[in-house]
């Protein structure tokens, strides 16, 4: 039998780069679910916790327009390439704190620790997401896009079951924790990695050891004839930026959506953050019911990611008004879910939400990267990611404030009724509706 393979995965450069992204998706997930659980057995204290993701999550957005600028200096393997070994060596030394020194890993330190992974993924994120061009052909972007972004989305279900089993039998030191804080009962209980946290400080290590792996998977990863160079004399990193906004800005298309996609990540996108953990806690069965919600969403979005990369069509008219369209019919998905009564119905609902969003989501990166020349695809990807990544968590701030004068089912209501009215304005205020119909333009 000679069957035909996908013209996609018969590229041995994909196949090298699919199976670096998997692998290295998975190790995410472990420490994602490890960290702030060395965190809560530390000092068991959520305002700890939210420092620790605050102090990772707020240099990431601020210096990932600087890491944009960097991609497209340097290319984003040699970036990418750099990134992995700054993670391992982190994730190693926090590795070998847990394992073999606990009582060294003092929560000053962890804070450092986790500075410079956050650094890191400022400059990962848009390498990783500007690399795909440089690696396939045109005609297989969107092919290429969906396998890599399902297969990530994958890892995001399996990885954090897999790490809390990890955890669960090789132990997560809470017996040391609870003795500690025990014995620190009448004075300040000693702030120090618990000893026996051995599922933790090996989730740790595997993550390190992933990334160890994926720069050799990478380094196999050969560019495309003709890939991206920078081209010129060298700019200053602030010039690189400007001018990467400026590219955005003068294209109509892109400085539309770009817009479009800002407004949707402060009003809306945020709410939607904190709005499913309280669903969950309040309507709900709590954390196992959060569970179920987010892998609901996340199983819709593998689905659509699947559907998009099979090459289903979803189309009401070009690009632009699909997308209006579809965030119009999530809107309306997310309206009901402050009412719900049981899990299953969040779920049901969730995983429609997330089959669409997976669907417009390569669509959505296939289109920035075919809009973008070639040496500015950095910059421009490090533009999306921080609109997602650094603006949705602005509103997400004020969420806590304004549940305390409305209802839950107001908020998913309210921010309903938001996405409906930001999607009906971009359709009649906006050139969106026009964009991928061959009628709109860049201005340059």
Not at 17 to 37: K, N, R
Not at 120 to 136: D, E, H, L, N, Y
Not at 289 to 311: Q, R
Request: proline share 5%; net charge positive.
């Amino acid at each position: 039998m000679n069957k035909q393979r996908s013209p996609i995965l018969q590229d041995a450069n994909f196949r090298w780069l699919l199976g670096g992204g998997v692998i290295s998706g998975l190790g995410d997930q472990f420490t994602m679910i490890a960290l702030p659980w060395l965190v809560l057995t530390m000092t068991g204290d959520p305002l700890a916790l939210g420092a620790v993701i605050a102090i990772m999550s707020v240099p990431r957005a601020v210096f990932m327009l600087l890491g944009g600028a960097l991609v497209d200096r340097y290319s984003p393997k040699r970036v990418m390439m750099v990134t992995k070994y700054v993670n391992a060596a982190l994730l190693g030394v926090l590795a070998g704190l847990v394992l073999f020194a606990p009582a060294l890993l003092s929560l000053p330190l962890l804070y450092a620790l986790a500075l410079g992974l956050g650094l890191a993924q400022a400059f990962a994120i848009p390498s990783g997401t500007s690399i795909m061009p440089q690696v396939v052909p045109p005609e297989h972007l969107q092919a290429a896009n969906g396998a890599m972004m399902g297969m990530r989305q994958l890892t995001m279900l399996a990885g954090p079951v897999l790490a809390a089993l990890l955890i669960a039998i090789a132990g997560d030191g809470g017996a040391a924790a609870a003795a500690t804080t025990a014995a620190g009962a009448g004075g300040h209980p000693a702030l120090h990695a618990p000893a026996g946290a051995f599922g933790i400080g090996i989730a740790f290590a595997f993550d390190c050891f992933t990334f160890l792996f994926t720069a050799w998977t990478l380094a196999q990863v050969r560019m495309r004839a003709g890939a991206a160079r920078p081209a010129g004399p060298p700019q200053s990193i602030f010039s690189s930026v400007g001018e990467g906004l400026m590219t955005v800005w003068r294209d109509v298309a892109l400085r539309t959506c770009f817009m479009y996609w800002s407004v949707v990540a402060v009003f809306v996108g945020g709410a939607m953050q904190v709005a499913l953990p309280l669903l969950a806690s309040q309507n709900l069965h709590g954390a196992g019911s959060l569970g179920l919600l987010t892998g609901a969403h996340g199983t819709g979005m593998l689905l659509g990611m699947a559907l998009s990369s099979a090459g289903v069509k979803l189309r009401f008219g070009g690009f632009g008004a699909t997308l209006l369209a579809i965030d119009a019919i999530v809107a309306l998905l997310l309206a009901p879910l402050g009412a719900i009564t049981a899990t299953w119905q969040g779920a049901a609902l969730l995983l429609l939400a997330g089959s669409l969003a997976g669907f417009m989501q390569i669509a959505v990166f296939t289109f920035i990267q075919g809009s973008v020349p070639p040496r500015m695809l950095g910059r421009a990807m490090s533009i999306f990611m921080f609109i997602f990544m650094g603006l949705a968590p602005l509103s997400a701030a004020a969420i806590g404030a304004l549940l305390k004068v409305i209802t839950l089912a107001q908020l998913f209501a309210g921010g309903s009724a938001l996405l409906l009215a930001i999607s009906a304005l971009a359709w009649w205020l906006t050139p969106m509706r026009s964009i991928g119909t061959g009628g709109l333009r860049s201005e340059s």
